[in-house]
């Protein structure tokens, strides 16, 4: 089995003095969520994602040899321009990978990056972000030591990617990747996520995710304090045990097609992660009236029309629209007709299924 001591770097040599890279990678959305974790952000369940293709961070990596007295040192830079808010995160991110990436201190390094998706949408950048910014770092770890695989260049960068936000080992590589241990998933890990091992059913190819923004303002609630208070949650042992039984049974159905089962697993899923946050101790509501509007008129357009489409949440108000590529035009009129008047400013962002990260250099 892979464990952390497989991840720490000391095979390297000092072999350049500058350069930069760029990658993008996008966003992803949870099917099986993942809500409650342990110490170094270990998953409490697993979960399982679909890549998202259009909502991604691009981010540039420069660096310049320095010597190393002990010291990191970087600057962030957001769409060109020094963002400073964006900092003590990014520095959080490093101080937990240094012992993976030792040779961060012998660079100074500049990180400019940027969102396809509007600022302060409501989306969340953390997985594309903290997922482009750990292919940067493989990319100077591979210059460091070109015998590297690339199987261990993204199982690396998809296990540092973890350290700066759960979900953002999701977004390294694959149409649906898992991140968690899971009897029947195999080499899956707690460590990393792990593509899907079986062969996706046509029925989920270019599976489409329309996104509804309903509110785009600051959650009240950080998804850090929302994992915490998993923590002697009353439900919260049903729960996890609940994630590995649906886990299972969306594995089956991604094999065999069912769409029917899909749709009730994944809105199960949605409603259940925020149950547990209005059970939890303090409690709280994420949704907001106009994603529970949006939630009937879907269900009432499902039962009237026969079209398999479903809804899914993230921590925040905004919905996932989730459909069959062949429904698309009769779900944007949908869209179009019904729910765009729910959305803020009548915005929402059409995407799809897409592969994972990219170089762009
Ligand atoms: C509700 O990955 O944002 O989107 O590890 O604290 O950074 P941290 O949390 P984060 O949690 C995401 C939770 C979720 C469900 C999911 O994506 O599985």
């Not at 990319?139 to 973890?162: C, G, H, M, Q, T």
């Not at 029947?184 to 079986?198: A, K, N, Q, R, T």
Request: glycine letters at 6%.
């Amino acid at each position: 089995m892979i464990s952390e001591k497989d991840f720490i770097q000391t095979n390297y040599t000092i072999s350049t003095e500058n350069g930069s890279f760029e990658w993008s990678a996008p966003s992803n959305i949870a099917l099986v969520k993942y809500w409650g974790k342990k110490n170094n952000q270990i998953p409490a369940n697993p979960s399982v994602s679909f890549t998202l293709n259009h909502c991604k961070t691009i981010t540039k990596l420069a660096f310049t040899k320095k010597p190393n007295d002990g010291n990191f040192s970087f600057d962030l830079l957001f769409e060109g321009q020094p963002k400073e808010d964006f900092k003590p995160k990014i520095q959080k991110f490093f101080e937990r990978i240094f012992d993976y990436c030792p040779y961060l201190k012998d660079f100074h390094l500049t990180i400019d990056t940027q969102n396809t998706f509007p600022h302060s949408s409501g989306i969340a950048s953390s997985a594309s972000g903290m997922a482009a910014l750990a292919m940067n770092v493989m990319s100077l770890e591979k210059v460091l030591n070109p015998a590297i695989s690339e199987d261990y260049f993204n199982r690396k960068a998809s296990f540092l990617a973890r350290l700066g936000s759960g979900s953002a080992c999701r977004s390294i590589k694959g149409n649906v990747v898992v991140w968690g241990n899971h009897a029947e998933i195999s080499g899956s890990s707690d460590l990393f996520g792990v593509e899907f091992p079986s062969t996706l059913h046509e029925n989920f190819r270019n599976y489409q995710d329309t996104i509804l923004l309903v509110d785009k303002g600051e959650k009240q609630v950080s998804s850090t304090v929302g994992h915490d208070l998993m923590f002697g949650h009353p439900f919260a042992e049903q729960r996890f045990s609940q994630a590995h039984h649906n886990l299972s049974s969306i594995k089956h159905v991604l094999e065999s097609g069912d769409v029917e089962h899909f749709i009730k697993i994944v809105e199960s899923e949605a409603l259940t992660l925020h149950a547990m946050m209005m059970t939890s101790m303090p409690y709280f509501i994420l949704m907001k009236p106009n994603t529970l509007e949006i939630i009937n008129r879907i269900w009432k357009f499902r039962n009237e029309t026969q079209t398999p489409v479903c809804f899914t949440l993230d921590a925040g108000a905004n919905v996932h629209i989730l459909y069959p590529e062949n429904t698309k035009e009769k779900v944007l009129q949908f869209i179009k007709n019904e729910l765009v008047g729910y959305c803020q400013n009548g915005q929402y962002i059409c995407d799809e299924i897409g592969n994972g990260a990219v170089n762009r250099n």
